[in-house]
């Protein structure tokens, strides 16, 4: 993306990670084999935790950029149309021939869920992907789902050095780990982040600490600043050895995919504005409150 005079424009945020389609299935009744159950809702929309996290970010008001992977399909349009009307770079988003785009599908009951993902693409990212000469536009770089992107597993720590040495700060959601190790080189990843943004299930996974604070604070001896999200019980904050906590705003939940997501965009607008952590956390509540509102986790923002 340039500017009148031909000069590539300035961006607060590169996002790489993970892009692809979520089909939400609302009020699903459990499956069973050799049986159809019928469901109340549907809604086929941007999904890929890195994704929603850009897009919301984008209408925030945040110039961001991403990279990531897409197959050169109907759901890979799909989803580089939903980020161009949002107004997001997507110089380096790339299509992939004979390949096929990530999909996960959300089966949904009041706030519970549960998921089945088709990688695709969606594992397919690599830290050349991610040039320095384009996050030199930038100030910060976030990366989501890294559970997910397989390729990026040894790579990760050096992408995020390499941030660091351009002068950017970098945040880092893992989401959860379909193969439940809970390790694929994060912990050499995460002391090169400087916020972490786990939610209570994966910060206990991760930690083997059933007590929040205790997770939080072993996570701390890695990473400057940890974000755990606690859903409707707000979220948890620990820095420099102190903790506290921010509530939950009192909503009527819709549909619950990419609240998290969501909370990531509000928490680093207020960060990229010079907010303090008590700050960002309630903007990153306040963002979370409104994703539950409507299906889909880049509807509501």
């Given at each position: 993306?340039r500017?009148?005079?031909?000069?590539?424009?300035?961006l607060?945020?590169?996002?790489?990670?993970?892009?692809?389609?979520?089909?939400?299935?609302?009020?699903?009744?459990?499956?069973?084999?050799?049986?159809?159950?019928?469901?109340?809702?549907?809604?086929?929309?941007l999904?890929g935790?890195?994704?929603?996290?850009?897009y919301?970010?984008?209408?925030?008001?945040?110039?961001?950029?991403?990279?990531?992977?897409?197959?050169?399909d109907?759901?890979?349009?799909?989803?580089e149309?939903?980020?161009?009307?949002?107004?997001?770079?997507?110089?380096?988003?790339?299509?992939?021939?004979?390949?096929k785009?990530?999909?996960?599908?959300?089966?949904t009951?009041?706030?519970?869920?549960?998921?089945?993902?088709?990688?695709?693409?969606?594992?397919?990212?690599?830290?050349?992907?991610?040039?320095?000469?384009y996050?030199?536009?930038?100030?910060?770089?976030?990366?989501?789902?890294?559970?997910?992107l397989?390729?990026?597993?040894?790579?990760?720590?050096?992408l995020f050095?390499?941030?660091h040495?351009?002068?950017?700060?970098?945040?880092?959601?893992?989401n959860?780990?379909?193969?439940?190790?809970?390790?694929?080189?994060?912990?050499?990843?995460?002391?090169?982040?400087?916020?972490?943004?786990?939610?209570?299930?994966?910060a206990?996974?991760?930690?083997?600490?059933?007590?929040?604070?205790?997770?939080?604070?072993?996570?701390?001896?890695?990473?400057?600043?940890?974000?755990?999200?606690?859903?409707?019980?707000?979220?948890?904050?620990?820095?420099?050895?102190?903790?506290?906590?921010v509530?939950?705003?009192?909503?009527?939940?819709?549909?619950?995919?990419?609240?998290?997501?969501s909370?990531?965009?509000?928490?680093?607008?207020?960060?990229?504005?010079?907010?303090?952590?008590?700050?960002?956390?309630?903007?990153?509540?306040?963002?979370?409150?409104?994703?539950?509102r409507?299906?889909?986790?880049?509807?509501?923002?």
């Amino acid at each position: 993306m340039r500017t009148e005079s031909g000069r590539e424009r300035p961006l607060d945020v590169v996002v790489a990670g993970e892009a692809n389609a979520d089909l939400i299935l609302r009020e699903s009744p459990p499956l069973e084999l050799e049986q159809e159950k019928l469901v109340e809702d549907m809604a086929l929309t941007l999904g890929g935790s890195s994704a929603i996290t850009a897009y919301n970010l984008a209408r925030l008001g945040v110039r961001v950029g991403f990279v990531g992977v897409i197959g050169d399909d109907f759901l890979g349009r799909m989803v580089e149309e939903r980020l161009r009307e949002a107004g997001i770079d997507v110089s380096h988003l790339r299509r992939l021939k004979r390949a096929k785009t990530g999909i996960t599908v959300w089966h949904t009951r009041g706030r519970r869920r549960a998921g089945a993902t088709y990688l695709g693409t969606i594992q397919e990212l690599r830290a050349s992907y991610v040039p320095s000469s384009y996050m030199a536009r930038a100030r910060h770089l976030h990366v989501g789902a890294y559970f997910l992107l397989k390729r990026l597993h040894g790579e990760a720590a050096a992408l995020f050095r390499r941030a660091h040495r351009l002068g950017l700060t970098t945040s880092l959601d893992c989401n959860y780990d379909p193969a439940e190790r809970w390790d694929s080189q994060l912990k050499e990843t995460l002391a090169a982040t400087d916020i972490f943004l786990p939610n209570e299930q994966e910060a206990r996974m991760i930690t083997g600490r059933r007590d929040l604070q205790a997770a939080a604070a072993e996570l701390g001896k890695l990473v400057r600043i940890v974000v755990i999200k606690c859903g409707s019980r707000g979220a948890l904050v620990w820095s420099g050895g102190r903790v506290f906590r921010v509530p939950a705003l009192r909503v009527r939940a819709v549909e619950t995919t990419g609240a998290g997501d969501s909370f990531n965009a509000g928490f680093l607008a207020r960060f990229l504005e010079g907010g303090d952590l008590h700050e960002c956390a309630r903007a990153g509540v306040r963002a979370g409150a409104r994703a539950v509102r409507r299906p889909g986790g880049a509807a509501a923002l």
